[in-house]
């Protein structure tokens, strides 16, 4: 993999390497990685995308990783010698699209893929229809991942690189025929009692056990933090206290609660289902920074003995830089090993599977998945 950064942030940087890249025989295929405060628009980079003659895949995130640097402004550009067969979904916010259908008209083109990436827009709607949608469809037989792309802002706005140029309420799923080991914690742990999930629509949740869904959470979040919510400081404390969704046989799928709803409902990021149970969760740094080795070593198993390079592609959660604050750097410390190069993004969503376990759309979730070059 040939990996290299444009540390401006400017669209004249982000050209250079682009056709830098696009120009390089090696280069089969590019991983592009942006952050959200370069202010790349349709009008300043569609044209350049939409001129590639390779195939380009990646998006826009609220920050980025490069080795054991977190960059609030910059691109990352990674050069695949591999080609990418890609699956664009869009409209994914939209009650009628059909996601299964769509990805079994177009199954064959991922067919003789390994790996797959995925890549959202982090603020779409039906983000874990979509993902449910490629499991049913493709199975377990690839290794998954990626994440979601947007903004802090939390405005909708156009963040998934493709060859038709920058795409809002958008999907791509590359194929690729390279070999991966992907690891995936969280370190958050339980403080409340199951709720049951009495109202929700997709990503909002309406009541936990027939009462408003916010005035639930903020008794006991209220209890555990010591503090108040006011009508300013929401995500301040919610930050630190998401919500872990049960699930059989495997740790509490975590979803973020970013924002209070009319009548006191709760917006989260991904969908969350009516019927099911979900707890309040804390984490301390400690257990944090231990889940991301954690995941760092399950890659590493899952992955196997090699004596070829690889690259670590680590997908974090961008709350959990708000949550460790000036201690994130702790994260980058345990999961950057000597001599493998490592970049990554900072997420509103995160999307993986083992290969053997059940494909997720995580939140405030660790994810690392080692490549071959």
């Known amino acids: 993999m040939i990996i290299d950064i444009d540390r401006s942030g400017t669209v004249e940087g982000f050209n250079k390497l682009f056709y830098s890249f696009i120009g390089n025989n090696e280069v089969k295929s590019v991983l592009i990685m942006a952050c959200d405060e370069n202010d790349f628009t349709k009008d300043s980079i569609d044209h350049t995308l939409k001129k590639s003659s390779k195939e380009v895949f990646g998006g826009i995130f609220p920050e980025i990783i490069y080795y054991k640097e977190k960059l609030s402004k910059g691109t990352i550009f990674a050069g695949l010698t591999k080609e990418a067969n890609i699956v664009e979904i869009t409209n994914l916010s939209d009650l009628e699209s059909d996601f299964e259908s769509e990805l079994e008209k177009k199954a064959e083109k991922i067919s003789e893929s390994k790996t797959l990436f995925v890549f959202v827009d982090g603020l779409a709607k039906r983000i874990s229809s979509l993902i449910e949608a490629l499991f049913n469809t493709y199975g377990l037989g690839y290794n998954y991942i990626g994440g979601g792309g947007g903004s802090l802002s939390f405005i909708q706005k156009p963040c998934i690189f493709s060859n038709n140029g920058l795409l809002m309420d958008s999907a791509v799923i590359v194929g690729m025929d390279i070999n991966s ?127 070829g390079s690889k690259t670590t592609l680590f997908i974090d959660c961008i709350s959990r830089v708000l949550f460790l604050g000036d201690n994130f750097g702790k994260e980058l410390e345990v999961v950057h090993e000597d001599n493998v190069p490592m970049i990554g993004a900072l997420t509103i969503g995160e999307i993986a599977n083992s290969g053997s376990d059940y494909l997720e759309f995580y939140n405030k979730t660790s994810v690392i998945a080692l490549l071959e070059d």
Do not use: M
Not at 205 to 229: C, G, M, N
Not at 262 to 290: A, H, Q
């Open 181 to 307: 080991g992907i690891g995936v914690n969280h370190g958050w742990e339980t403080i409340s009692r199951a709720y049951k999930v009495t109202e929700s629509d997709k990503n909002v949740i309406k009541t936990l056990d027939w009462e408003p869904a916010f005035q639930v959470y903020r008794k006991d979040v209220e209890k555990h933090s010591k503090k108040k919510f006011t009508d300013t400081n929401f995500f301040d404390i919610a930050k630190g206290y998401p919500f872990g969704l049960s699930k059989i046989g495997t740790e509490k799928i975590v979803r973020d609660p970013i924002s209070l709803g009319e009548d006191d409902s709760l917006i989260c990021v991904g969908e969350v289902p009516e019927g099911g149970y979900i707890n309040i969760l804390f984490g301390e740094e400690e257990s944090l920074v231990r889940a991301a080795h954690d995941a760092l070593l399950s890659s590493k198993d899952a992955f196997g003995p090699s004596t």
